[in-house]
């Protein structure tokens, strides 16, 4: 009967496939695991697996680590909404103009990768924040927005998932904190960086185009119409630009003094909990002092500006926080499910399973393509480390297998295919905020990311090979 503990993964993604809705997903896969729980000891097993599910989650809720990332992905909100609101990043786009660095093809491109990597704090800011600096520039060099879009698109994403000091980090430390393993989980999650082959391949192919100002394939045409146009193609222009009202410029440092605060902050709490030794630090406990220390910061700096009252300040963060809510849903039930799946021993079962059927050496490469498959499917990359986190771990645990090496092939593949997927935030995101049709950017990027994705799977198939041999 232990081939029923993997039911629950399979509803899951089963329900993605279907519904593509992430919730809807871990809902149903908690159901699932907590009817299999106590099937055998009630008569009345849905209503007991009702009830357990409601308990699953309140426990969940009661672990002090858990909670620190639910009140940080509420509170994240808040500060990007202070952020947003205060008219330092139109502030900072200006300064970054008027210093005259963008001359050439080569400049424009270079600012806007740049503009990308450096708000590593959250891939939607970034993207946004990149989108809205460079669109008439790109205009104005005869580069389409596909291009602009395909370079936001594919920085924002890679370096939240490389610098790991922001959301996306605290998100997988909390999933891997749940586990018992010989390494802190700190240190596995740093452990990933050299191996998150796509998002390194990304961010180089990113930094190719930029530096040789060469294109491929659809995106190649898009450049060519372009040339032969005398304005930008109607199909990448003025249906889709930022619907969002201009912010008035004001100063830089309303956006650069908290988001400096922050990660400043998340160094100096990493240090501060570890005794000394950031890798022994508590990465949820440093993520939300730093977050709040950066949220306090920004609310002074509005506060003390004069243009927003407290009350102003009060609802600008809770409408920050309402912003967030499916997010911090999938985050608990993500949680949740790990929980009620580590419980039923679904984990343990599949790696028995695949260890005695699948070659060791396989192991990493497909949990690559997995993640990569129900990331295009979703639309996320961090439901896809919801459900396959609980099946890589125990797979570490049985077999032995690099920590690091298999938690960065499951980040990969989410990342690749969120980057594949029409029905992404981060992709429907980069299309609005460089003014280019959705479909457009999806056409034109899918070739980068594909080949992208093969060049990472024989990556992961040579690393396996060098490390497992």
């Known amino acids: 009967m232990e081939w029923l503990s993997v039911i629950p993964p399979l509803v899951a993604i089963a329900v993605v496939l279907w519904k593509k809705e992430v919730i809807l997903a871990l809902l149903m896969a908690i159901f699932s695991s907590e009817l299999l729980l106590v099937y055998p000891q009630h008569s009345n097993s849905i209503f007991f697996a009702f009830i357990g599910l409601i308990e699953r989650i309140i426990a969940v809720v009661s672990s002090p680590g858990n909670a620190r990332i639910l009140l940080f992905s509420l509170l994240i909100g808040a500060l990007l909404a202070y952020v947003r609101n205060s008219g330092g990043v139109t502030a900072l786009v200006n300064k970054l103009v008027s210093k005259g660095i963008a001359k050439s093809k080569r400049q ?41 879009a395909f370079i936001i698109d594919s920085t924002s994403a890679p370096v939240c998932i490389l610098v790991l000091l922001n959301g996306w980090g605290a998100y997988v430390l909390a999933l891997l904190n749940s586990y018992e393993l010989e390494q802190s989980s700190v240190s596995i999650l740093w452990g990933t960086i050299p191996f998150n082959f796509y998002a390194i391949i990304a961010l180089l192919m990113v930094a190719y185009t930029v530096i040789t100002d060469k294109v491929y394939g659809p995106m190649k045409r898009s450049e060519v119409e372009l040339q032969n146009s005398d304005s930008q193609n109607d199909t990448c222009q003025n249906e889709n630009n930022l619907k969002e009202d201009e912010i008035k410029p004001t100063k830089a440092r309303y956006m650069i003094v908290p988001l400096l605060s922050m990660v400043l902050g998340m160094f100096f709490f990493m240090f501060w909990t570890g005794e000394g030794d950031m890798t022994k630090g508590s990465g949820s406990e440093s993520v939300l002092y730093a977050t709040c220390l950066a949220l306090a910061i920004a609310y002074f700096l509005l506060l003390l500006s004069k243009r927003f009252s407290h009350k102003e300040l009060v609802d600008v963060g809770f409408n920050g926080l309402a912003q967030l809510l499916p997010l911090v849903t999938i985050v608990l039930f993500s949680l949740t499910l790990g929980a009620s799946l580590k ?75 969120d980057h594949c ?29 594909l080949f992208g994705g093969v060049v990472a799977l024989i990556g992961y198939f040579i690393a396996s090979l060098l490390i497992l041999a």
């Not at 059927?357 to 129900?374: A, D, E, Q, S, T």
């Not at 997927?421 to 990311?449: F, M, R």
Request: charged share 10%.
């Open 421 to 449: 997927s029409p029905i992404s935030d981060t992709t429907c995101v980069s299309a609005i905020a460089s003014g280019c049709d959705l479909l457009e950017h999806v056409k034109t990027q899918l070739p980068y990311a």
């Open 108 to 148: 424009v491109g270079t600012m806007t990768m740049f503009t990308g990597m450096i708000i590593f704090i959250e891939s939607n800011l970034s993207v946004l924040t990149a989108g809205i600096l460079s669109r008439d520039l790109f205009d104005k060099f005869k580069m389409s927005r596909a291009r602009l």
């Open 343 to 417: 419980e039923l021993g679904t984990g343990v079962f599949i790696a028995g399973f695949v260890g005695d059927n699948l070659p060791l050496l396989l192991i990493v490469p497909m949990l690559f393509v997995v993640g990569g498959i129900i990331s295009f499917s979703t639309g996320t990359s961090w439901g896809t480390f919801a459900i396959l986190i609980p099946i890589g771990v125990p797979l570490i645990q049985t077999l032995g297998l690099p920590p690091s090496l298999v938690i960065a092939a499951i980040l990969g593949g989410g990342v690749f295919g």
